[in-house]
């Protein structure tokens, strides 16, 4: 039988047991399941059992007893001595007091679970998942005796009345961020120095207080996070320096003339910067990404190629020997995806009847 529309799941024609899958790029798919037909029987759209073994989307589950097995809600189930998440044994927990709150939240008379993996909880009886001020939950929780980053990170010695993770305005929030009046902390880690009364998030793993920005928790030599103005997607100015994405000092750089290229590439009047890294040798008079042809759609600058008058350029590096007047980045049909190449060589890819015909078409050779 199937369990779910358009053929997905398992089907039992009484002498095999197969598992059916359906999606738009392979359509319909379908496998023998290793299971006994006479005594096989579906227990939901992903979990099925016959005499010997329990199975999960046609897999045997290895040490599931298929006897003793029932399944729970939200793709957790167990057999008398396990329990399993989407077939994978949850180590530790116990089947007879097991419970789901929610597909990342579960528990059993030992602990609680986060996507599987247990908590520590000191004293269940107090423990809560700590929401934010929309009532939605938090990645931080707190019993009487200890506060809980939910990856399993305990933290001991907090003040439990003021534990409370730190809001910001999505999108920017990574709710890696909680302090209680002492201390701030960062995925269930203090951060060195931070001022409780006065820190907030204000950029994804960004902190501010009124000493200093934090990425990730590590305080950081910028003061004011919000007075940086971001160059596409790896460089800042506070109108005196140019920082990376770690806010380390690009010390090359000149700050009036300084501007993003595209994508990973920048430059001032006097350099050109893959990232962070300078590139040594390229002229900003005449730099540019090198251009990619798509085989459909539209051109677009180069991630890790450039070029200028003299030199090819993969990332920070001169490619030795390349053309940079022929050197093109184009997407052949019969090519090996992306085909790299000058009217000398391919760097990238593969030759291809479709290239030799460009190179004959445009260079005659």
């Not at 199937?2 to 319909?28: I, M, P, Q, R």
């Amino acid at each position: 039988m199937f369990l779910t529309a358009c053929s997905v799941g398992y089907k039992n024609d009484g002498k095999e047991v197969t598992w059916h899958t359906w999606n738009e790029g392979n359509g319909h798919n379908s496998r023998k399941v290793d299971a006994d037909p006479e005594t096989f029987e579906v227990l939901d759209d992903n979990y099925g059992q016959d005499k010997t073994h329990a199975f999960y989307r046609g897999d045997i589950i290895d040490g599931a007893d298929g006897q003793s097995f029932q399944v729970f809600e939200k793709d957790y189930a167990a057999d008398a001595f396990n329990v399993y998440d989407s077939g994978k044994l949850l180590k530790g927990a116990d089947p007879a007091t097991f419970k789901v709150h929610s597909y990342e939240l579960t528990e059993d008379k030992n602990d609680f679970y986060k996507n599987g993996k247990a908590l520590n909880v000191k004293d269940k009886s107090s423990f809560e998942i700590l929401k934010y001020s929309s009532g939605e939950n938090s990645s931080w929780g707190k019993c009487k005796y200890n506060g809980y980053y939910l990856n399993g990170t305990v933290i001991p010695n907090i003040d439990y009345a003021t534990f409370h993770p730190i809001e910001a305005n999505k999108p920017m929030q990574s709710g890696c961020y909680a302090a209680d009046k002492h201390r701030v902390f960062f995925m269930g880690k203090e951060v060195p120095c931070a001022d409780p009364a006065t820190f907030r998030e204000v950029d994804f793993y960004i902190g501010q207080d009124k000493h200093r920005a934090y990425k990730k928790g590590i305080p950081t030599q910028i003061k004011d996070y919000t007075k940086l103005t971001q160059l596409g997607r790896l460089m800042y100015s506070d109108g005196t320096h140019i920082y990376d994405l770690h806010f380390n000092i690009l010390p090359e750089a000149d700050v009036a003339t300084f501007e993003h290229i595209s994508d990973n590439w920048y430059k001032d009047m006097s350099h050109i910067w893959w990232s962070n890294k300078l590139v040594k040798g390229a002229n900003p008079k005449t730099f540019s990404p090198v251009t990619v042809t798509p085989s459909v759609g539209v051109t677009f600058p180069d991630f890790n190629y450039g070029k200028d008058d003299k030199h090819v350029f993969y990332q920070d590096s001169i490619i030795p020997d390349a053309d940079a007047a022929s050197f093109e980045k184009i997407d052949f049909p019969d090519g090996d995806s992306w085909t790299v190449f000058d009217r000398y060589r391919v760097y990238q890819g593969k030759d291809s009847p479709r290239l030799r015909e460009y190179l004959k078409k445009k260079y005659g050779k």
